[in-house]
Structures are given as structure tokens and as C-alpha cells.
């Protein structure tokens, strides 16, 4: 790797410096990954607003690249845990281990303590496993013995699922989705950008080794925490929080939902119009940004009647019909 550059080696970056490095992302992850822009910007996203991802696509989309090259260009560290169904907690969040020779217990920390960690598959596991993320994404820390162990900062946890393959697998319950701040479709590749992915190969591309390919750090934690600052002060009016509310509200009501959006879900929406603002260049928000994220931010929040899917309602499809008729603030 590059070594780093004056600012992200601590002294302090500005609010445009810091916009500019997170801009140059697509870029550096664009060398890896091709034609997931949408993704990207979620979980570019989801850093500014302390966040979780869930990335959600059918096998060979380039879930674990994106992240991994997402890391590369941070100069982040991060692990990969495979969930499978003899996963154990302890395997996540680390154990107390008997030292012989000192007749005493250490904590070994386990692979949840990094920057960025992708829990692949994370609906193979059972329910028990999957909960051992619980308080790590929320509190961000892990509790052993009774001992609370702070995981280091920037802390993201990127799951994957795949949607087509149910058979031997446990459906994150509600709880557990709610800890996430967006989930992202990756979707299959345009045709052109399949084209320019075989070419990539036909050309000596290798996916696992991102610096042969060029990924080098474009942004370090001073940019991240300039960023985020300047996020923090990104203005919001009385009449987009209120937007906010009648979206969330909105699904509370809608007749094809049992389960609508909570205050949490609100609280993320807002954030994530607010980093997103930011990104494009602005110090306040607008309906628009709102509107921009509404779908990865609520659509893992909300649960569909048996009767609506059946009808072949799915939850994109209720919220932009929601979005459609909630009246817009001017």
C-alpha cells in the first residue's frame, strides 16, 4: 500500500478535502468492481452515518469484492467470517482461553474486531450465532465475562445474503434487520458492463489481489472523521423532519404491511439523507435526498401480508407507492 498522505496520517482534513478523497472511491473501487455505483454510495454512506450494510444478490455479483475493495481504498483493516451452520458465537466475538503457563484466562478477540467486517452469508447460521452481532453493531462493543471490550473505530459490519438459495437457511428476524442502515440490491451487471468484466480477465485481472490491480488508499481516518463531522451539521428544516415522519408513518398504515417502520427507521432516514446531501455537495437537505435513500433505508424495515405477497406486492413497490402519495414540503 501507499503510504499515507499528511492529512490521513493525523493532521486534521477539511470538509472539502474529505469530500473530495470519499469522491475519488468510485474511482479506486471502480479498478475492481464494475457497474455497482448504487452500492458503493451505500456503503460509502453507511461509514459517514456509523452505519451497517446488508448486501443482498445472487451469487457472482461481486459482494465480497466490493467490500474488499472498499477496505483497500480506506486503508481499512478487515475480515471475512463464513457463516455456516456450526458457526458458534464465540467463533465472532472471541473467547477467554486458559494460558497454562500462567494458570490464567486471556481474551483472544475474535475476527469481529476490525474496521470492516463482511459476514458472508449471514443467514446460514443460526439465530443463537447471529446474535452475537447484536450488541457489536449497536454499542459497538463485545461483552465477555462480564467485561465490555470497545471494537475498534471505524467499525462496519457488510453482510451478504443470497435471495434465491432458502433451503438451510435462517431469515434474520426483525431485530437483527433493524440494526442494519441499509440494505443493497447488487444487482446483475448491464451487458456492456459484463462485456468490460470479461475483458478485465481476458486481460490478466485477478480479483484477490487488489493491488496488482491498482486499488491503492484514497482516504484515511482523518478524512472519514472530517466527513462526518461536516455530516453532523448538515441542516435539516422542520418541514423535511416532518417528511421524514409521514413517510415512516405512512407505512404504518399502509394495508399491505403488518409491520410498518419504527422511530429507529426514521432516525436512519434521516442520516442517511443527511450524508447523501453532503456527498452532492449541500449543507442542508431536501425532499429529493430523502427520497433518494428511502428505499435501502426502509426496505428491510417493514414486513409484507401474506396476502400482498401473494398478490406480488414486494416491499420496493409499497414504498414508492408511499413516497408517490406522501406530500412533498416546498
Not at 61 to 76: D, G
Not at 214 to 230: I, K
Not at 242 to 257: F, H, K, N
Request: with cysteine.
Amino acid at each position: 500500500m501507499s503510504a499515507p498522505t499528511q492529512e490521513t496520517a493525523g493532521t486534521p482534513a477539511s470538509p472539502d478535502s474529505a469530500r473530495a478523497s470519499l469522491e475519488a472511491l468510485r474511482a479506486e473501487i471502480g479498478k475492481a468492481v464494475v457497474g455497482q455505483d448504487a452500492a458503493v454510495t451505500g456503503l460509502v454512506v453507511a461509514l459517514l452515518c456509523r452505519g451497517h450494510v446488508l448486501l443482498e444478490g445472487v451469487p457472482g455479483v461481486a459482494k465480497t469484492l466490493l467490500v474488499r475493495a472498499l477496505a483497500a481504498s480506506l486503508e481499512l483493516d478487515t475480515k471475512r467470517v463464513q457463516f455456516t451452520p456450526d458457526l458458534m458465537p464465540s467463533d465472532v466475538t472471541g473467547s477467554l482461553v486458559y494460558d497454562a503457563r500462567t494458570a490464567e484466562f486471556s481474551f483472544q478477540p475474535g475476527p469481529a474486531f476490525t474496521n470492516l467486517l463482511l459476514a458472508d452469508e449471514i443467514n446460514r447460521t443460526p439465530p443463537k450465532t447471529q446474535s452475537s452481532l447484536l450488541e457489536a453493531m449497536e454499542e459497538r462493543q463485545i461483552t465477555v465475562d462480564g467485561k465490555a471490550r470497545p471494537l475498534p473505530e471505524p467499525f462496519l459490519v457488510a453482510a451478504t445474503q443470497n435471495p434465491v438459495e432458502y433451503e438451510g437457511t435462517y431469515p434474520l428476524p426483525e431485530a437483527q434487520l433493524d440494526r442494519f442502515l441499509l440494505k443493497l440490491t447488487v444487482p446483475l451487471p448491464s451487458r456492456a458492463d459484463e462485456i468490460d468484466v470479461l475483458t478485465r480477465h481476458a486481460g490478466g485481472f485477478n480479483p484477490r489481489d487488489l493491488q496488482a490491480a491498482g486499488v491503492r488508499p484514497v482516504a484515511g481516518p482523518a478524512d472519514l472523521q472530517a466527513a462526518r463531522t461536516a455530516v453532523a451539521q448538515t441542516s435539516v428544516s422542520p418541514e423535511i423532519a416532518g417528511y421524514v415522519v409521514d413517510i415512516c408513518r405512512a407505512t404504518r398504515e399502509s394495508p399491505s404491511l403488518s409491520l410498518g417502520v419504527s422511530p429507529r427507521g426514521a432516525t436512519a432516514l434521516l442520516s442517511t439523507a443527511r450524508a447523501w446531501a453532503w456527498l452532492t455537495g449541500r449543507d442542508y437537505v431536501t425532499p429529493d435526498d430523502v427520497k433518494a435513500l428511502a428505499l435501502p433505508t426502509l426496505r428491510h424495515r417493514i414486513q409484507l401480508r401474506p396476502e400482498a405477497e401473494m398478490e406480488g406486492v414486494t416491499a420496493d413497490s409499497v414504498i414508492n407507492a408511499l413516497l408517490a402519495h406522501v406530500p412533498v414540503p416546498r
